[in-house]
Each structure stands twice: as structure tokens, then as C-alpha cells.
């Protein structure tokens, strides 16, 4: 049996297809998706979504049919997943986390380890920095049994890229629940800035204005990164970290914008973040539901709200897995629970 999806629901991007793609994989189950981005300025596949289809395809080798620049279309049928060594290049400046969230659940549910080098954009707009990943989301997934390893090779910034990103991933038989029903004592809070072909200056504006921002909170960590490379840009994380939980946030620079500012989005971020109840940030809550959906076991969080993109993510995930489901709204703060 094929399963069905319409792409143009809810969210209506690629987020639809990442997540169908990634659980066809998982599960070896067909898939079928009709009407991808068709309410976009440029609907249809883009070349980075081909490049996270065609991977997954490589590591399961699926048979296709649409898979192709502008394609609103798109069969997929995965055949065997034994693991192996795979390498990518977008092409583009184009994001390597959302490849890597196409891909990470065939690598984890395959026969063997897995080894991913992907090329492209490390740190972009409309999609997680890779610190992002590397500081908070897979420190999450590991609490679910999860093992993979992120290695940065070389940072690529919008519109240039040239990032480079090796993901080592072990197979994981059987998922855990996810049980976040508080956080536990706050840890410290940590951060990163990393520039390319920028003056030092900059990194240190960013660092002391976010500082400034979080100076009734612990004093942050924050490490700075500067140097050259294949691509001009800057990026902030922040990570609060407590004893059973992380919650994240960060901010681009971008040009015209000053250093000072984009320190601030990011504390600001992180601050709203903290003063909540929430046990998953609103970044992670999007990206861990098909994870929760294949976690044995009941799993639970708290988050400020559901997103566009994780409404849309549950609605595809009903598709493949049925599991049940209560979410509870009160104010600004939203429970999940799946059993």
C-alpha cells in the first residue's frame, strides 16, 4: 500500500516532504506526494530539497518517480537500508541541516552505521545553524536512545556556502520515550560565535551584547570563533542547559544589521525561552515529533506553542503511525503527550 500525502497542507513547504521522505525510509513504506509547495512564489521540489531525496534514496535504494527541479509531484519507494558511507554536495548555498533532518532517521533506522558528508550551507536562513543541531537538538535525541556524531569540517555561510558537515550514525533498534515533564536545575548557559572573512571586532560586539541581554540569568559561556573561509557570514548560539533538558536559540548576522543587534535576537530569544515552562523550545518541538512517534513508550513536553510546522509534522505523521495524541493550550504554554 502507497501511502498518500498532499503537500499543500498546512505549512505547505518542504518540511511536508523532508518528513514523508524520512519515515518512508524508516519504515520502508511507500509514499506519494502531490500538490509539494504549490503554494510557494516557486512551487515544486527546489535543488536542496533533491539533494536530501536523492541521498535518502542513495542509502535505501528507492525507486522514484518526479524527482526533479519544480516537481510537484513525487513517488518514492524504498527498497533496503544496509548503511554505508555517503557524500553529497547541494550545489548551493543550500541548508545541510534540513538535509540532515531527511536523512538521520533512515540512518538510524538502517542495518548498519552510517556515515554522511554533505556540502553546502552550514549556517542559513529559514533553517536551524548546525551549532543548533550539534548543541541542543542531538543532545535531546540521545536521551531517546539515539547515537550520532556531528563533526563541522568547514563553515558555509548564505549565499556563498561551501560548508562541509560529517555525521557519523549508529543504528538504533528501538527508540525511547521522550518524558520532559520539567526541566531540573538549570546547568549554565553556553554559546558559541563563529565568523568567517569578518573583523574580530564583530564577534566580540555580538558576544557583549548578548551578555548584556542575559545579565539577570547565569553568566553565559560564550566561545568566539573567527577565521577565513569559503563563505562571508556570522552566526550566534545559545544554549540553556538544565539536568534534563536543553532549550536553544540563535540569530544570523546579516548585512546592515549591527553585531550588537544580532546578539540581542538571540538572548532575547533564549530569555523567552527560559521564562516559560517550557521543556522543548519551539525549534526542537518542530523537529522531534516524528521522533516521538517512534519512541516506544509514552512521551510528554512542554513547549510556549505549536508552531505551523510542528501542526503540520503531527498531521503527516498520522499518516504513518498512529499513536495517541492529547495536546492541552493554556495561555502560552502548550503540553503534548503521545502514548
Known amino acids: 500500500m502507497t501511502i498518500e500525502i498532499d503537500g499543500g497542507y498546512g505549512e505547505g513547504g518542504g518540511q511536508i516532504v523532508r518528513t514523508a521522505i524520512a519515515m518512508s525510509c524508516a519504515l520502508r513504506q511507500d509514499v506519494s506526494i502531490s500538490n509539494i509547495r504549490k503554494g510557494r512564489r516557486q512551487p515544486g521540489l527546489r535543488p536542496q530539497h533533491l ?46 541541516s534540513l538535509v540532515i ?23 542559513v536562513p529559514w ?59 538549570m546547568k549554565e548557559i553556553s554559546g558559541s560565535i563563529v565568523s568567517r572573512n569578518l573583523p574580530e571586532h564583530v564577534c566580540e560586539r555580538m558576544k557583549n551584547a548578548a551578555v548584556k541581554s542575559l545579565a539577570d540569568f547565569p553568566a553565559p559561556k560564550i566561545s568566539i570563533d573567527s577565521g577565513r573561509g569559503p563563505s562571508t557570514g556570522a552566526v550566534i548560539s545559545l544554549a540553556a542547559i538544565y539536568e534534563k533538558t536543553i532549550l536553544g536559540s540563535n540569530a544570523l548576522g546579516e548585512k546592515g544589521v549591527p553585531a550588537e543587534r544580532v546578539g540581542e ?17 519551539i525549534h526542537a518541538t518542530d523537529q522531534i515529533i516524528p521522533f516521538l512517534y517512534l519512541g516506544r513508550g509514552r512521551s510528554e513536553f512542554r513547549t510556549t506553542e505549536l508552531s505551523l510546522h510542528a501542526r503540520t509534522n503531527i498531521w503527516v505523521m498520522d499518516h504513518f503511525i498512529k499513536r495517541n495524541k492529547e495536546i492541552s493550550e493554556t495561555g502560552q504554554s502548550t503540553r503534548m503527550i503521545i502514548s
Request: a negative charge.
Open 51 to 96: 539533494a536530501g531525496i536523492s541521498l535518502a534514496a542513495e542509502m535505501t535504494d528507492a525507486v522514484m518517480k518526479g524527482l526533479e527541479v519544480e516537481s510537484t509531484d513525487l513517488e518514492f519507494r524504498p527498497k533496503t537500508n544496509t548503511g554505508g558511507k555517503y557524500e553529497i554536495d547541494i550545489g548551493t548555498a543550500g541548508s545541510v
Open 101 to 123: 533532518q531527511t536523512c538521520l532517521l533512515p540512518a538510524l533506522f538502517s542495518n548498519g552505521s552510517t556515515e554522511l558528508i554533505i556540502h553546502g550551507g552550514t549556517d
Open 127 to 185: 533553517s536551524p545553524p548546525i551549532d543548533y543541531l550539534d548543541r541542543v537538538f542531538l543532545p535531546i535525541l540521545r536521551k531517546m536512545g539515539v547515537n550520532a556524531e556531528l563533526f563541522v569540517e568547514q563553515r558555509g555561510f548564505y549565499p556563498s556556502g561551501g560548508g562541509i558537515i560529517r555525521l557519523e550514525i549508529s543504528p538504533s533498534r528501538e527508540l525511547r520515550g521522550l518524558e520532559l515533564t520539567a526541566r531540573g536545575k
Open 265 to 281: 535576537i538571540a538572548s532575547e530569544g533564549l530569555k523567552e525561552e527560559m521564562i516559560s515552562e517550557a521543556t522543548l523550545d
